[in-house]
């Protein structure tokens, strides 16, 4: 059996061991700290040691290179990659020092909700989409391989793990040259567990199902021992999960079976919209097409008040009027002064908001106004006849003679009704 191997004071020259952090089957982790600009990191040791494989060389070396090509904020940071004389020629690799805890731990500990899967997975999407864009497969998507990493200054974010056992897409099968499985069954795909098939980017993708599955139903949709579960794998129906978490639902039945279907063409063409689809399963809200962005309906408002408005504005239409009719009268008696004959018919206007005539001065000696009703009780009467009430002496001291004359337009007494306003569309129509 494979133990953590004891570390010398210093690794490579360069690199202090702190304390172990986890071990696997295939190597240790440990806490290092840079000899030169006290850093602190991640150093992954090969626990076989003396006697690698080329093939586990070879792996390690994918790794560190598969991690420098991605350049994502979710998948790990490789900063170096050698062998270390100190520990017999053993390979290791140094990365960044992530605190927090994988998925597999995190939904232990404490089912997450529907809303929180959802986030995770969207992050995992967006490493998976841009390694498959690059070519890279990689081929053990799990919980263990996913880590919720605390941050001092923004919220935690996952990063994916493991790149160790990554495929170029045009590499081939799922098996290694020396005709092993590379995986873990209880998230492999079919072709992964046929040394014949041909390992894509939709073999992650049904991994990614399998994860949603255990996030949501707090177990591991495959059971038993490996080789059963590869039994299970290549010859037994998927059952529908509903069956054992009837909570799930049907619409997570169908999304289920679209992302670990058998047929590798018959899955979802990306990760990123498989993750959107099981959103949409869920009931929860979709992301726009921008990146980070929640869907949310288009347009103005919905406004509750509409047919309120309208009323509210009316008092405000009384008074308009009512100052447009007293400026009529105003202008029409100025324009009955003596020296100018009869006032012509007043013209209809265009528009309610005329120019003012410049202020009036007082008379020296003005009698009191009469009250607009003695002076002209309606504009068809003074038409008819001058205003007894009014001398035509007083209007012609009130303005003086050498001002010249002005062809004052008639203002019309009949208010103009207000624009109406366009009716706006109501983007919730369809769900009233």
Not at 219 to 226: A, I, K, L, T
Not at 353 to 371: F, G, H, K, L, M
């Amino acid at each position: 059996m494979n133990t953590a191997p004891k570390l010398p004071a210093l690794i490579a020259g360069r690199y202090q061991p702190v304390r172990l952090i986890a071990k696997g089957g295939m190597g240790a982790v440990y806490e290092v700290e840079h000899a030169r600009t006290g850093e602190h990191l991640a150093l992954k040791v090969l626990l076989s040691g003396v006697g690698a494989s080329a093939e586990d060389l070879e792996r390690f070396k994918r790794e560190a290179r598969a991690s420098a090509r991605i350049k994502s904020d979710h998948v790990v940071r490789v900063t170096d990659a050698d062998v270390s004389p100190e520990l017999d020629g053993a390979p290791f690799l140094v990365m960044e020092l992530l605190e927090g805890m994988d998925l597999e731990r995190k939904a232990a500990a404490a089912r997450p909700d529907a809303a929180t899967v959802v986030d995770w997975l969207r992050q995992v999407a967006v490493a998976i989409d841009k390694a498959h864009r690059l070519g890279i497969i990689h081929r053990d998507l799990k919980p263990e391989n996913i880590f919720l990493t605390t941050l001092e200054d923004r919220p935690p974010i996952i990063k994916v793990l493991d790149f160790g056992i990554v495929k170029l897409a045009e590499e081939g099968t799922g098996a290694t040259g020396e005709g092993h499985i590379i995986g873990t069954p209880r998230y492999m795909a079919p072709e992964q567990a046929s040394s014949g098939a041909r390992v894509t980017p939709a073999t992650d993708r049904f991994a990614l199902g399998l994860v949603a599955y255990r996030l949501l139903a707090g177990e591991s949709y495959f059971r038993g021992d490996p080789i059963n579960i590869l039994a299970q794998l290549l010859h037994e129906p998927m059952r529908a999960p509903s069956e054992r978490h009837p909570e799930l639902g049907p619409a997570f039945d169908n999304w289920f079976a679209r992302a670990c279907h058998r047929n590798p063409d018959e899955r979802f063409p990306s990760a990123a919209e498989q993750v959107e689809a099981l959103s949409a399963a869920l009931a929860m809200p979709t992301m726009a097409a921008t990146p980070g962005a929640i869907r949310r309906p288009s347009g103005p408002a919905p406004t509750t008040d509409r047919v309120t408005r309208a009323p509210r504005a009316r008092p405000l239409v009384g008074i308009g009027v009512a100052l447009v009719a007293g400026g009529a009268i105003a202008g029409f008696l100025i324009l009955r002064r003596p020296d100018h004959g009869e006032a012509p018919e007043p013209a209809a206007s265009t528009s309610s908001y005329e120019a003012t005539p410049p202020p009036i001065p007082a008379p020296p000696v003005a009698p009191a106004p009469a009250p607009a009703a003695a002076v002209a009780p309606s504009l068809a009467d003074t038409r008819a006849t001058p205003p007894a009430t009014a001398p035509a002496a007083d209007v012609s001291r009130a303005r003086p003679k050498a001002h010249p004359k002005v062809d004052r337009p008639s203002v019309t007494t009949a208010p103009h009704a207000p624009p109406k306003a366009p009716a706006t569309p109501d983007p919730y129509a369809d769900q009233k």
